[in-house]
Every structure is written in structure tokens, then in C-alpha cells.
DNA sequence: TCAAAAGTGTTGTACCTACACCCATGC
DNA sequence: GCATGGGTGTAGGTACAACACTTTTGA
């Protein structure tokens, strides 16, 4: 089966970006490429979207396709379309982003995917395409997303915390997703006027040091 | 000539968004379609994207060819790409958003455009396909860019201004972009603070009543 | 007793909002 | 003299950044 046009047509292609906190540190689920071009290099989950899905239902498809992951929310971060950012030919993307709790997972190949991987954002492999571009991109806009406490995206940073936390645990994830350090002090502020934060009454135990408070998120 | 794939492909188009300060209310540009679907209904002035243009020239070339404005900045909104979007099968599009000074140019129909014409954005004809989305999308998205103040985007304010203006007439052209009024006091700190504005000294003349002090944006 | 993390307040600055009256001019 | 728009200051609230010492525990 071909198919056939009068004129032209680039090849749409959708690409997510999922980060996760892993080990402490902000990481991005990285495929490796089982085909040419950029034949066993890391990649952007992602793949061409097919006719009669919309453009987020694709690139969750591919997703799961080539990673195992489904189900999470993400969001636009944008179109790229470079003319000769891909060798084969006119290839448009649009990206999208993700933050996921990294326990949900376990990454691995699939259909056009080599091997699936996290790695921290730090300490990147070279990508594929414009690969780099689009990570710099979303890591960008994850930052401002957590920071601004847009809640629906940064809801999710309390999926990085057990039921009961930590005022440092919290500290923790919050600066990794924002990529800087906070004062302590200012941290706590913060975290106890934005969010609906509970003590529990119970304390931290098997620490090596003085007890910690345990907090709670109270959703509603 | 035609053109065969092993794959069907969607088609790509750019919108731009074009927005205006016409008698002092926020415009937007608009085309009549020349042909169907919706032909005789208003439309955001795009097209399809050719094989070897960014998707930003693409966006601009289209403006020109319908409307004869040309070389504007512009930025990207996203892309849009339901299944349902457009009546002749799978069309997604990428839509981009700009502010431009209006008497640059004189709006006339092209090629694709019956006729171009500008509308107040709170009095606008049923639009065809998703446009009405978009141009919401994209008005707000021009909101947030005025307020914050980036000042790549609101340097364009200014244009809406004479070279030596009254605080009168540049809180008229910052009230109509945000779409909302403010406190003349507070917007006087707002603008003195956030932008160098200098006074000239002089005085507005031919007003009908107390003659205005005449301020200048100082450019770098 | 020491190392390590927990915990805790204040101050200055900047920004935003709300708000009311007098002034200069043309008609 | 009156209508119209020009022009001005203050006070309260909120948010953010900077900053240092004491407490509790396990080892």
C-alpha cells in the first residue's frame, strides 16, 4: 500500500520528554535507535504520528511502544520542524513534556527502541536530531513550571515523596526539579503557603541524627 | 507531479496569528477563504508549509502572499493537530503569534484570500476550523507576554506610540494589549520603572484641554 | 563529645494595590 | 465657570532574599 499527493508532505513526528527524579538527581528516559539515521544513538522517545490519532494520543503511543511507559499526563512544549534537522528528509516534531515518579517504571526497548534509559540531565550521551535542543528546551520549561507551582504539573513532585515526608526530603525534590538550591528556612515558607502541608505528629526514625517531623500532603 | 509515500502523511500548514492596535481597540488579521472548505468564512491567514522552509518563514511567506505584510517578528504559540481539525482529512498546524504596529501596512487579499481585513477581537465572525481556539489561545498568550514585560515582545508597544507620547496614550496602548484597565498612578510607577522613559520637556499642544507633559522611550 | 541534620525569626527591600484631590486649559 | 483630562503621594499587604544559632540524636 502507497499512498499519494499532489504535492509534498513532510512526515510528522511526535517526541516526549519524561523526566523523573532517580538516585537524587533529575533524569530523562532516553531511547537508543534501533534504525537509521542515528542508528545506535540516544534519542527522545517519539515516532510518527499516525492519521486519526490527535498529536498527544501519538506520542503516548509511541511512548509506550518504545519505552512501557503509559498513562501520564504531559504537555506541549512545541513544534520543531528545521528543515535538515533529520537526513531522511522533511521530518516535523512536536514535542512534549512529562514528569513522572520513576517507581512507576521499568524502562526498556521496543519496537524502534534498542534499549530504553534514564539518564541524569547532566551527564547526557550525545542525542540524535536536534535532540539536544528540545531537552534544553523542556528542562527549561520544567523549571518554570515547578517553580511557578503551576499545581496540576508540579502535583507531581509529591509522587517523588513517601506518604509521610520530610521537610528536607521535600526540600530535596523541589531543588532537583528546579535545578538551584533554597534557603532552608525560606524552603519551608514557601512549601507550607503554597501547598496544604500537614504534620503528622510522628517523627522520622532509623536517621542517624536527630528525628525529623513527618509531614503529609493534604489533597483534596 | 505527484508524490508517493509508503506511509500517509498529514499535512502541515502555519498560522500566524496577527494582532493590532486599530482605533484604539486590539485587532486581529483575518482572511476571507477564496476557496473550500469554508470558503466565504474568516480565517487565520497560513498555508501549507513547503518542503524547504523553516516552519517560521513558511508562517511568513503565507502572511505575505495573503495579506502583503511582511518581515514581522513573530513567535511560536504551538501546534494543533485533533483528527477533526479540518474537513479534508488529517491537517496539522503550527500556529504563530504576532504584534504588529498597524500602519505598516495596508491588508488586501492574495492569493488564497478572497480579502483580508482587520477585526476587533471582541467582535469577531464565526471563524473557520479550530480558529476561534487558537486566537483565544493566542490572545492570551499575548496578554501574559505585555505584562511580563518581555521586552523583546513589548518593545512593539512603543510602535503604537508617537516618537514623543503622554503617559495618557501609552497606558491607552498597555491597557488595550493586556485587555484590562489599571490605576494611572500605579501605572506611571509601572512605566517609569520597568522601561526608561525620559521627558522631553515639551508639552502636548491641540488637545482640548490641560496640555500633557511629552515623554520618549530612550532605545539602547 | 562530636558529627550531622533538624529546627526556628527577623529584617530589609521590592512590588503591587487601593485610594482622592487639585491643576491647567479650551470652550 | 465648568467640563475635561493632567498630574501627584501614601499606606498596607505580600512576597522574596538574606542571614546564624540552638537542639536533638546516634555513633
Redesign the interface.
Given at each position: 500500500m502507497?499512498?499519494?499527493?499532489?504535492?509534498?508532505?513532510?512526515?510528522?513526528t511526535t517526541d516526549i520528554l519524561v523526566f523523573s527524579i532517580r538516585d537524587g538527581v533529575l533524569q530523562v528516559l532516553l531511547i537508543e535507535r534501533k534504525l537509521d539515521p542515528f542508528k545506535g544513538a540516544w534519542a527522545i522517545p517519539g515516532g510518527?504520528?499516525q492519521?486519526?490519532?490527535?498529536?498527544a494520543t501519538g506520542a503516548l503511543r509511541e511512548l509506550e511502544e518504545e519505552t512501557g511507559l503509559s498513562g501520564i499526563p504531559i504537555r506541549?512544549l512545541?513544534?520543531y520542524?528545521?528543515?535538515d534537522r533529520d537526513p531522511r528528509?522533511?521530518v516535523?516534531t512536536?514535542a512534549f513534556l512529562a514528569l513522572v515518579p520513576s517507581d512507576d517504571l521499568q524502562a526498556r526497548g521496543g519496537s524502534d527502541a534498542e534499549d530504553a534509559r534514564w539518564f541524569p540531565v547532566d551527564d547526557l550521551p550525545p542525542l540524535a536530531f536536534d535532540h539536544a535542543q528540545i531537552l534544553a528546551d523542556g528542562r527549561a520549561e520544567l523549571a518554570r513550571d515547578v517553580t511557578a507551582s503551576i499545581h496540576d504539573s508540579a502535583l507531581v513532585a509529591f509522587d517523588f515523596l513517601p506518604e509521610t515526608f520530610t521537610l528536607s526530603q521535600a526540600q530535596q525534590v523541589f531543588e532537583t526539579l528546579r535545578g538551584e538550591e533554597m534557603d532552608k528556612r525560606n524552603f519551608r515558607k514557601w512549601l507550607t503557603n503554597e501547598w496544604a502541608i500537614e504534620d503528622t505528629g510522628e517523627k522520622s526514625t532509623g536517621g542517624r541524627h536527630r528525628p525529623a517531623a513527618l509531614f503529609r500532603l493534604e489533597r483534596d
Open positions: 502507497s499512498y499519494t499527493y499532489e504535492f509534498p508532505r513532510p512526515s510528522v510518527f504520528v492519521m486519526d490519532e490527535d498529536l506541549q512545541g513544534a520542524g528545521a528543515p528528509g522533511r516535523i512536536v
